[in-house]
């Protein structure tokens, strides 16, 4: 036990750092890195039979991480709860599939989305936008976009079908630029 004990401490000290910036990459989130980095460690600890030593510590504790980090985001994906009622969501398409007039893209002129992007309140706007969509859009595209995942490897971090990955991206889009485009219409606000 004591050997174990002191083993642990020793990764503790020489992979924290690496592990903790991993976890950030993937998360953004520092407060949840920290949390997944303990208990990367704890788990370690509580496995520790099952390390028979034919990988290195770093290799072994960087699976168990990326596990964590899985598991969390499948987590988090099944806790998703719709914020916007079905019936209450803006519509885009006629039952034919063609856009209704008023919810067709706008040509892009001088103060279009890319003139936007310029806006000192772009970023704001950006994650007020993201924050509204309802969760498991949000972190499709989070992981899409933002952290550059592939798309299978964002339904399997998920815990999702293919199917519900792309309609789930699609839909993501279309309420990303209603809101961005509502925003751009609305007068500025400091709130955003």
Same mark, same amino acid.
């Given at each position: 036990?004591?050997?174990? @004990?002191?083993?642990?401490?020793?990764?503790?000290?020489?992979?924290?750092?690496?592990?903790?910036? &991993?976890?950030?990459?993937?998360?953004?989130?520092?407060?949840?890195?920290?949390?997944?980095?303990?208990?990367?460690?704890?788990?370690?600890?509580?496995?520790?039979?099952?390390?028979?030593?034919?990988?290195?510590?770093?290799?072994?504790?960087?699976?168990?991480?990326?596990?964590?980090?899985?598991?969390?985001?499948?987590?988090?994906?099944?806790?998703?709860?719709?914020?916007?009622?079905?019936?209450?969501?803006?519509?885009?398409?006629?039952?034919?599939?063609?856009?209704?007039?008023?919810?067709?893209?706008?040509?892009?002129?001088?103060?279009?989305?890319?003139?936007?992007?310029?806006?000192?309140?772009?970023?704001?706007?950006?994650?007020?936008?993201?924050?509204?969509?309802?969760?498991?859009?949000?972190?499709?595209?989070?992981?899409?976009?933002?952290?550059?995942?592939?798309?299978?490897?964002?339904?399997?971090?998920?815990?999702?079908?293919?199917?519900?990955? &792309?309609?789930?991206?699609?839909?993501? @889009?279309?309420?990303?630029?209603?809101?961005?485009?509502?925003?751009?219409?609305?007068?500025?606000?400091?709130?955003?």
């Amino acid at each position: 036990m004591p050997e174990k @004990r002191k083993i642990l401490t020793q990764w503790v000290e020489a992979y924290t750092d690496e592990l903790y910036a &991993w976890a950030i990459r993937k998360t953004s989130n520092t407060a949840l890195s920290e949390d997944l980095v303990q208990d990367t460690f704890l788990s370690a600890a509580e496995n520790w039979e099952a390390y028979k030593g034919a990988s290195k510590p770093k290799t072994w504790l960087f699976g168990i991480l990326r596990y964590k980090i899985a598991d969390y985001y499948r987590d988090k994906a099944r806790k998703a709860v719709d914020l916007v009622p079905p019936d209450e969501a803006p519509a885009f398409f006629d039952r034919k599939g063609q856009w209704l007039e008023q919810e067709k893209p706008q040509a892009c002129g001088s103060d279009c989305i890319p003139g936007l992007v310029e806006e000192p309140s772009w970023p704001n706007l950006l994650h007020h936008c993201l924050q509204a969509l309802p969760p498991l859009m949000a972190q499709c595209l989070e992981l899409t976009y933002l952290q550059g995942k592939k798309g299978k490897e964002v339904y399997e971090a998920l815990n999702i079908t293919a199917a519900n990955y &792309w309609q789930s991206m699609s839909r993501a @889009r279309l309420k990303l630029r209603h809101c961005l485009e509502k925003a751009r219409l609305a007068p500025q606000t400091d709130h955003l």
